[in-house]
């Protein structure tokens, strides 16, 4: 039993510190023990990797760690979009691996099998479509467009020319320097998109955040109705009360119902408890930014009022 019990903490741990690296510096988080962590993974580990790459391989280690460091975190590049696919793929094979030979069950019918599958596939489109979609980059050819859409009101936003790209830039817009473009209505630059996120390709950002959101929810529903019908079918609460002679209360049952899925079903209450934590995630992300647009407003202009 103790050998389920420290499985159960390292896998929590797992995913506390997942959570953080991936999600840390989401407002939400601001001031919380999750933003030091991510602080911690993100700077701190860098910064000691650094002095010892530089300790120990001198300035030529120094040189090619800071070409690394550039491709990674200032210029485009697909890294976080293969790891977004390598959580979706693994964690969609290890429910089908661990949940489906359970479905159909008591409680699920084998539609969900094809549903699931469907789900997941309209997550990965909508990560394609703002990935690979003009977020509303500005230049020569549209600029006339954008400055009457968007026009000064010599208050916050007064006639300037971006010094990089050499035209006019119309309010709310933002040069990029990771892509080195400007964007109309900037938002943010996205990481996971390895794109930014912008006046044309908000609304597939918000669809995006929206679809996993309940996306997740539904896997963390599915695999709890999954243990809820092993339950049933294996009767084993008529067990523990009839054979065992435990009492048919809530508190009298509970432990030896969670000492059993913990010792049964470990895989899948991983899943169901990352499922839960990462949906209660995008809950919150998803309301910060449907926040900004019923507010009208962008993440860049709310972080530099």
């Not at 993100?42 to 000691?48: L, P, S």
């Not at 094809?114 to 230049?139: E, W």
């Amino acid at each position: 039993m103790e050998v389920e019990w420290l499985l159960v903490i390292h896998g929590l741990v797992t995913l506390l510190v997942l959570v953080s690296f991936l999600c840390g510096q989401w407002p939400i988080f601001d001031g919380t023990f999750i933003q030091k962590i991510h602080f911690f993974l993100t700077f701190g580990v860098c910064d000691y990797f650094r002095r010892f790459v530089g300790a120990v391989f001198g300035q030529r280690g120094s040189n090619a760690l800071f070409c690394v460091e550039y491709y990674c975190c200032d210029r485009p590049n697909p890294i976080l979009q293969l790891i977004y696919l390598g959580i979706i793929g693994a964690s969609y094979y290890f429910i089908v691996q661990s949940a489906f030979k359970y479905i159909p069950g008591y409680y699920l019918g084998e539609v969900h099998r094809y549903t699931s599958l469907l789900a997941v596939g309209g997550g990965i489109l909508l990560f394609l479509l703002t990935s690979f979609s003009d977020p509303g980059t500005v230049n020569i050819e549209n600029v006339s467009q954008y400055l009457s859409a968007y026009p000064y009101d010599n208050i916050i936003f007064s006639e300037k020319e971006c010094p990089t790209c050499k035209i006019p830039k119309p309010a709310r817009s933002k040069h990029c320097s990771i892509c080195d473009r400007c964007v109309a209505r900037f938002d943010h630059h996205c990481g996971w998109m390895n794109n930014c996120i912008g006046e044309r390709n908000t609304r597939y950002f918000m669809a995006f955040l929206l679809w996993h959101f309940l996306l997740c929810l539904y896997g963390t529903v599915a695999i709890g109705l999954v243990l809820a019908g092993r339950l049933k079918e294996l009767r084993v609460i008529d067990i523990l009360t009839v054979y065992y002679g435990f009492e048919n209360s809530f508190s009298s049952l509970a432990p030896h119902v969670v000492a059993w899925l913990l010792d049964s079903y470990n895989t899948q209450i991983l899943i169901m408890v990352f499922l839960a934590i990462v949906s209660m995630l995008l809950a919150g992300f998803l309301a910060y930014h449907t926040k900004l647009c019923v507010t009208n407003t962008t993440t860049n202009e709310g972080s530099n009022p």
